[in-house]
């Protein structure tokens, strides 16, 4: 017999490397051309959280491609594409998203597996999400509208359809019975407003469903077994870490878990089946929706960041904020995901600058203080204390060595690395798939 420690070390040599791929600031960090990037050496991408209220885009060799729910390795044709139980999911927008892809000559069916437990946003979902950000007026959340909240809600108080309910018509109809008169229920009386033709949503259901069944599967299972194989898997994460509903800047937060340690959870593998987490973020900030952000500029810093960065959502279409990198914030983002090593996105953005700056503590109350509020509340009252450094004005577009990065990019770089306490393995310098430095390869 093999002695345990032989034992380990077999088990050690089979596995695959996983990796989790999460955005650290309020999302749109870039974390999708990240992911097409790394997935060069994976077996399967998983998506593992969130819902079609994502935006990824992906350009390779010039041609543009935004994915919502389909991970971003679907443009590698020998990688694996997993939809974990995590994800609330929306038929109509998943199936538009594989017909979109296929008509291109992507191959989706067949790479494509969606685990059975994941819930089912309804239409219902929608229109209570729509009504609620309405009458919520100056303080709305500024949600996309696109039913995420009431899905996640359903779920906590296990009233869900799930994908595997497709697969039992009885149990479908009486389950979308019982959701839809509770949800018409509070649309008619609460919001005032019409209510959505359950019959309708049965048939849609129905409908779609029959197109979605191919594609279910255990797919925590399926993960095991390509890993064990030794295959590297890729945990792809939506939105931010600033957005993550326990740890981020609530209430104005997405509705679902978006930091690392969701990746266990939402996929279904064991956290010891993790190696590494890589953490995205751009070379400054921004922010879509309502919600504190300490850093935001108005002035002709932030409209250069916006016009330059292009910093318009792939979901909604709508600007975002843009302000200075904030340490701050980030060095909590750090500690909630256990990052092992930072992706800065966008430096290009930053070429032609005189001056750049790091927030690198906040005045509150008279006090400079180096973590964020414990009360969101506080968030208002919080004045950036900002370090200067040097900025740079040759460019630095698609260059791929670091040392071909002028002098005080570099400096930048090396400043977030010790303000964050993370190393700085990857450098994005462009849109493209091939517009990176890789100092260090997470699945070396």
Known sequence: MLRAADQGLMTASRAGRSVIVVGIQWGDEGKGKIVDLLTERVGAVVRFQGGHNAGHTLIIGGEKTVLHLIPSGILRPDVACVIGNGVVLHLPSLLQEIDRLESRGVQVTGRLRISAACPLILPTHIELDRARESAGGARAIGTTGRGIGPAYEDKAARRSLRISDLFDPARLAERLAAAAALHNFVLEHYHKVAPVDAGAMLEELQRLGERVKPLAADTALFLDEQRRAGANLLFE?????????????????????????????????????????????????????????????????????????????????????????????????????????????????????????????????????????????????????????????????????????????????????????????????????????????PFD
Not at 265 to 292: E, M, W
Not at 345 to 358: A, E, F, M, Y
Not at 424 to 432: F, R
Request: glycine share 12%.
């Open 237 to 441: 994460g939506a939105q931010g870490a600033m957005l993550d509903v326990d740890h981020g800047t609530y209430p104005y937060v997405t509705s679902s878990n978006t930091t690392a340690g969701f990746a266990a959870t939402g996929s279904g593998l064991g956290i010891g089946a993790f190696d590494y987490v890589l953490g995205i973020v751009k070379a400054y900030s921004t922010r879509v929706g309502a919600g504190p952000f300490p850093t935001e500029l108005f002035d002709d810093t932030g409209r250069h960041l916006a016009e330059v960065g292009v910093e318009f959502g792939s979901t909604t279409g709508r600007p975002r904020r843009c302000g200075w990198f904030d340490a701050v914030a980030a060095r909590r983002a750090v500690l909630h995901n256990g990052v092992t090593g930072l992706c800065v996105t966008k430096l290009d953005v930053l070429d032609g600058l005189d001056r750049l700056k790091i927030c690198v503590g906040y005045r509150l109350r008279g006090q400079v203080v180096d973590s964020t509020p414990v009360f969101v509340d506080q968030y208002a009252d919080c004045e950036p204390v900002y370090e200067e450094l040097p900025g740079w004005h040759a460019s630095t577009v698609g260059i791929t060595a670091l040392e071909a990065l002028p002098a005080n990019a570099r400096r930048y770089l090396e400043r977030i690395e010790e303000v964050l306490g993370v190393p700085v393995d990857m450098i994005s310098t462009g849109a493209d798939r091939a517009q990176n430095i890789i100092v260090r390869h």
